[in-house]
């Protein structure tokens, strides 16, 4: 039997040092271990009110939400209503996107493995009636093509309206009612809500600036962002999400679906992912994952199945990904045993093939920029959208971010917020670089070496490990 009293112990030391390292001012923290559960909070829901974070105060997931909507997707799998290779246009027949050929040809499990290819971080607020996610898809039309269709991941929050409304066309009624009538209710999960439903003694979010957090305002997300990150939850009712994910709850889900919903979606070389998870493996233990950034809430669930363990972590701060990195690690390596990846060997690269990484690189939310100079290669970014273009205060710039590679065209980030973040330089079929993948995103080239217009006549020159997560 694991000791989870040794655990809280644990959490309590290395949480409080990283909120006073990183500012963040309130976590909650959920683990399920076996038939046994823990519930540890900190600080506080909102530096202006100060009233203190505690079981019950609800925190946004952000793209937590998109297990949420795989959920709901292998339900109708199960029900035999729902197949993942069938066209989408087989259930949205309506379905317009930039390319006709894609919007022609993908499918539920292009969509849930992030291999579409089509822009992904477009966020519109189409309203607050129940044609929202409907509206949302409609805009879509002009969608275009970042990355080669059905080529490797490139995250997109898109991909998961159109599955949001493949759930509701299914089930003839709204996202968010379905989500509560098969998931939500039947956990017990009462206070679980939408960004656009909640009430205002939620933890609010914060960005900190000049070492101070600061709440932004407004705390709600649109209504057409249901289905793709804008649940809202408690550490308490996690818990009970947590267990319908260890099979634990077969009402709502059996035990084999769950099961499945772990399966590969592809070969981890073309995408790391199952049913919205993310696959790893620690120490010879598989993982699967997901995170969620809102910028001023960042949140984060992982299964363990084999161990029959998993464990939530929310955050209402910008800087919440390093409480994330501290729960991880007293959980996986000090409680359960596993030991760390052994850290990456390094690579030098010539000068001359790091010169071709230079360049400036677009997509819909960042502007990445990458040069060199006497220590090494950089990468700035730049937000300049987002689901939370519209809050106050913005986040401070992100800090130059120093590339150090393990292998051809790929590195990690050495420092800053986004440190150990994996870093990739995908090449056409000219080899010459054309993309960064960075955060997740496949950003492409927006310079004079731009090599075409269109991402689709374009053909890549090499697969690549695909492992980033949002």
């Known amino acids: 039997m694991r000791d989870l009293e040794a655990l809280a112990a644990t959490l309590e030391r290395t949480v409080a040092d990283a909120m006073r390292g990183s500012g963040v001012p309130g976590v909650a923290v959920a683990v399920v271990d076996s038939e ?224 499945r919903m772990r399966e590969p979606l592809y070969a981890p070389e073309r995408s790391p992912t199952a049913m919205a998870w993310t696959i790893a493996t620690v120490d010879g233990e598989r993982i699967v994952s997901h995170g969620g950034s809102t910028v001023s809430h960042i949140a984060h669930l992982a299964v363990v199945p084999d161990r029959d363990l998993a464990f939530a972590v929310l955050t209402n701060s910008d800087r919440g990904g390093v409480i994330v990195r501290a729960v991880s690690q007293a959980v996986l390596h000090r409680h359960l045993g596993l030991r760390a990846p052994p850290s990456a060997a390094y690579v030098a690269v010539a000068a001359e093939r790091l010169a071709e990484y230079a360049g400036r690189y677009r997509a819909a939310i960042y502007e990445v920029e990458v040069g060199g100079d006497a220590d090494g290669v950089w990468l700035d970014a730049v937000r300049r959208g987002g689901m939370d273009a519209h809050q106050r205060p913005r986040p401070a710039p992100l800090p130059r971010m120093r590339l150090d590679f393990i292998g051809d065209d790929r590195a990690l980030v050495r420092n800053g917020p986004f440190a150990e973040m994996p870093v990739w330089f995908p090449r056409d079929r000219h080899g010459s670089v054309r993309w960064v993948r960075f955060y997740g995103r496949l950003t492409p080239r927006r310079d004079d070496r731009n090599v075409s217009e269109t991402a689709r006549s374009l053909t890549p020159e090499v697969h690549q490990p695909a492992v980033e997560r949002e």
């Not at 804008?230 to 009712?237: D, P």
Request: with cysteine; hydrophobic share 45%; net charge negative.
């Open 36 to 259: 046994l559960d823990l519930v540890q909070c900190f600080g506080v829901a909102d530096v202006e009110r100060r009233d203190a974070v505690d079981a019950d105060t609800l925190f946004q997931c952000g793209s937590v939400t998109k297990t949420l909507t795989a959920t709901l997707l292998q339900q109708l799998v199960e029900e035999r209503r729902l197949d993942l290779d069938a066209p989408v246009r087989a259930y949205l027949p309506d379905l317009r996107l930039a390319d006709e050929t894609v919007a022609g040809a993908v499918t539920p499990r292009h969509l849930l493995a992030h291999v579409a290819g089509f822009e992904g971080d477009l966020f519109i607020d189409t309203g607050d009636a129940d044609d929202a996610l409907a509206r949302y898809v409609a805009l879509l039309a002009d969608t275009p093509q970042v990355a080669p269709f059905d080529w490797t991941h490139a995250y997109c929050n898109a991909a998961y309206g159109i599955l949001g409304r493949i759930v509701e066309v299914l089930r003839a009624e709204p996202f968010e009612v379905t989500a509560r009538r098969l998931v939500l209710d039947p956990l017990g999960m009462t206070r679980t809500c939408f960004a656009w439903q909640t009430p205002t003694s939620a933890a609010s979010g914060h960005v900190v600036l000049d070492g101070s957090a600061r709440v932004v305002r407004p705390w709600r997300l649109f209504r057409s962002f249901a289905s793709g990150g804008a649940l809202v939850s408690t550490a308490r009712e996690m818990l009970a999400y947590a267990r319908l994910h260890l099979g634990k709850r077969e009402s709502v889900l059996s035990a084999r679906a769950v099961e």
